[in-house]
């Protein structure tokens, strides 16, 4: 079974199932977090792919997620994919503070190239090597825009590189957004008073935290599993039962095109089994089919354990 990411709101979801079957805008109804939100996935799946298909961990995939981060919405006109061409500053707008004045565009080149020697060829622990190479990243704050996003993609990309992860569905944000003061002042310290340590101890507290609630996600998703296994089975009374099982919790919500076409189940039998899911309350319709638009349905059991 494919674990489904972890975090993820039902907009989320209906949004991948939007693009998935082909919508010519699936942005449209959409709020602006929830498509940033959904464009990083997108683009951390690329750049995983990406890696597996042999592309270094450089600059050009670095800057390609940054593209890909920025293709729509409020970054779209920050100049995607390329690097900043003035200075920029770490602080908060708002109070009008400034923490930290990062390294010039024009000494950014040089920079950019050292990070990525380090983060590749270095032979530190892993974990130890992402701290390091984060927080240079973010004090590098290589973009106009969209820096601590591609930095906590990077954190994950690297993990699932050296062999840490299985998958990179790893998300610290969660952590970091809790403990942001904590956060943004260890990596301040980093640079006033070289506390390396500080900052490396955070950064592993911070995946301990972040891996201790995934671990707990993950055994709930394969009891839950189990249990809808004999309900599939006893409702659909079907030898397709663990097929449509597996396709709904790696789909938590799709159109029913999709169901017949990946299922593996004759087509004829998948249109009957998502009728009788249906029917019995197993799958929520979202979406009732319309014209040649296949019905949206939704996983409820699934996706109520991922709101927790």
């Not at 990411?5 to 942005?27: F, I, Q, T």
């Amino acid at each position: 079974m494919r674990l489904p990411r972890l975090g993820w709101n039902e907009e989320l979801y209906r949004l991948e199932a939007e693009e998935d079957a082909g919508s010519a805008d699936p942005y449209r109804e959409a709020r602006n977090d929830d498509v940033e939100t959904y464009l990083y996935s997108r683009a951390l799946r690329n750049a995983q792919q990406a890696l597996a298909d042999g592309a270094p961990l450089g600059e050009h995939l670095i800057r390609t997620a940054h593209q890909q981060l920025l293709s729509f919405g409020r970054g779209a006109r920050k100049r995607p994919g390329s690097y900043k061409v003035e200075q920029n500053y770490i602080g908060d707008e708002r109070q009008g503070r400034i923490y930290y004045v990062p390294i010039a565009p024009d000494q950014l080149g040089p920079a950019m190239g050292e990070l990525v020697r380090y983060i590749n060829e270095s032979t530190m622990r892993p974990l130890i090597r992402t701290a390091i190479a984060h927080v240079e990243f973010e004090a590098l704050h290589a973009f106009e825009v969209g820096n601590g996003r591609i930095g906590r993609m990077l954190i994950t990309l690297m993990l699932w590189k050296l062999g840490v992860l299985h998958q990179p569905n790893f998300f610290v944000s969660g952590y970091f957004e809790a403990n942001k003061d904590e956060y943004i002042e260890r990596m301040r310290a980093v640079s006033a008073k070289s506390d390396w340590t500080g900052w490396v101890v955070f950064f592993l507290q911070a995946m301990h935290a972040q891996a201790t609630v995934n671990i707990q996600t993950a055994d709930a998703i394969f009891r839950l599993h189990g249990e809808m296994r004999e309900r599939f089975r006893e409702v659909l009374n079907s030898q397709f039962h663990d097929q449509a099982l597996d396709l709904v919790f790696a789909s938590l919500i799709f159109r029913n095109d999709r169901f017949v076409e990946r299922s593996g189940i004759p087509p004829s039998s998948a249109r009957a089994l998502s009728r009788r899911l249906v029917e019995v309350g197993m799958l929520r319709t979202i979406e009732p089919a319309s014209g040649r638009r296949a019905a949206m349905y939704a996983f409820d059991p699934l996706l109520d354990l991922l709101k927790v």
